[in-house]
C-alpha cells in the first residue's frame, strides 16, 4: 500500500506534468512551425465564412489570403486540400476566428484543456473518485500522449470525449433526451459518432436515438443553410469524398478500413504495387460489416458496459483514423481500471500493453511517411492500430457467463 505521502507526490506530479504538457504546447503554437496544425484549416475556413466567402475554398489559397505566408497546416500538402469538417465544426471556430490568429490559437488551447479535463474529471468523479483525485485525475489527463497530440494538431476531440461522458451519463439517469442531445451535437461536429446509434440500439434506448439523429439533423440543415447550399453540397460530393481519397492510404492512417487501401491501391504513399481498388472495395465492405455488427453482439469483456465498448470499434471503422482521435480510449482506460482497482477484473498484461499502445498514438522518430517502407509502415506506424485491434478481439474473449453487460440500463431480454 501507497503511504499518504507517496500518493500526494505523485498527485503533484501527475498535475505538474499535466500542466507543463499544456505550457509546452502554447511554445508550440507560438512557434514558427505553431501554423501546421488540423486548426488552421478549420480557422481560415471560419475566417473566409464570416468575410461571406467560401469556406470550402482550397486551404493554400485561404491560407495566404488570411495568414499572409505560405504556411501549409500539414507536412504534405495535397494541392486541392480543402477543410475535411462540416459546416458545424467550422460555425464552431468562428467563435475565435474573429481574432489574430495568435490569439484564437492559444484561446482554442485554453478552451479545449479545460474541456479535456473537466469531461475527464467528471468521469473520474462519477466512477467513485473523491472530488481532489478528480482533479487530479483530471489536470493529470492533459499528459497522456494522444491527448498531447490532440492539443497540439488544434484539434477538438476532448469536446468530443466530453460530450460522450455527458451522453453515458445522462443514460444512467434516464434522461435519454439529454443523452441524445449530447450525441447528436458531436455527430454534427464530426460526423463519426454517428456509430453510437448502434450501442442505442442495443441498450433499445429508442428515444435518445431518435434525439441524436434530429439534434445531428437539425444542427446540420441549420449550418449547412448558413453555410450556403451549393457549398454544402460541394463538401458533401466533393471535399469529403476527395479527402478520403488522398488519406486513405497514408502510414499514419490508423482506420483498419485504410489497410486494404494501403496495400492494394497505388497513391502518393505507394505509387508502385498493385492496383486493385475492386478487390480493396470488397474487403474494406466486409471488414465495415463485421464493425457495424460487432457492438450489437459483444459480450463487452473490457468494461461490461456496451455504450464504451463500443468505442474501439467505432475508431477502427472511422475511414480516416488519426492518432489525436483515440483522446476518445481515455474513458474506456478508466472504466478498465475501476474494474481492475473493485476485483471485477484482472490484470491481463496483454490487455495492458494494447491499451497503452492505443493511448501513445504514433511512436515519435518515426520517418517521412512518403514512401516509407513496408517494414517500417508494419513495425512503425501501425501499432496503435494493432493495439485497438487486440483490445476489440478481448471485447469477445474470456468467460461465457459474465456479468450482465447493461448493467444499469434498460436491455433485450
Known sequence: MLTPRVKRLLA?????????????????????????NDFTQDYVAARAWSDGKDPYELTSVLVKRYLHTRASNFDIDPYNQRTPHPPAMIGLLRMVSWMPYNAARLTWLFVMSAITAFGFGLLAHQLGAKRNVAWVVAIGSLAIPVVQTDLTYGQSNGLLAMLLIVSWLALRKDAD?????????????????????????RLRRTRALIWHLATFAVISVISGAAVGGSRTSEFVRHVSPDNFRFWRGAPFNLSILSVP????????????????????????????????????????????????????FMLLAVPTLWEYYLVLMVPVAFLIFKRIADGEERVRWFMMIALALSLIGLFPGLPPALRTSAVVQVLGFSWAMYGLVVLAIASFAGRKDAANVSKNYRTFG
Open 177 to 201: 433526451r439529454t443523452a441524445g442531445i449530447s450525441l447528436g451535437v458531436a455527430t454534427a461536429l464530426k460526423l463519426f459518432p454517428i456509430f453510437m446509434v448502434l450501442p442505442l440500439i
Open 261 to 312: 487501401y494501403r496495400w492494394l491501391t497505388r497513391s502518393i504513399w505507394r505509387p508502385t504495387g498493385p492496383d486493385l481498388p475492386l478487390l480493396s472495395f470488397v474487403i474494406v465492405a466486409a471488414l465495415a460489416l463485421c464493425l457495424v455488427a460487432a457492438p450489437l453482439l459483444t459480450p463487452a469483456r473490457l468494461t461490461q458496459d456496451v455504450f464504451w465498448e463500443a468505442i474501439p
Open 12 to 36: 503533484l506530479a501527475a498535475v505538474l506534468l499535466g500542466l507543463l504538457s499544456v505550457g509546452s504546447r502554447i511554445r508550440f503554437s507560438l512557434s514558427v512551425h505553431g501554423v501546421t
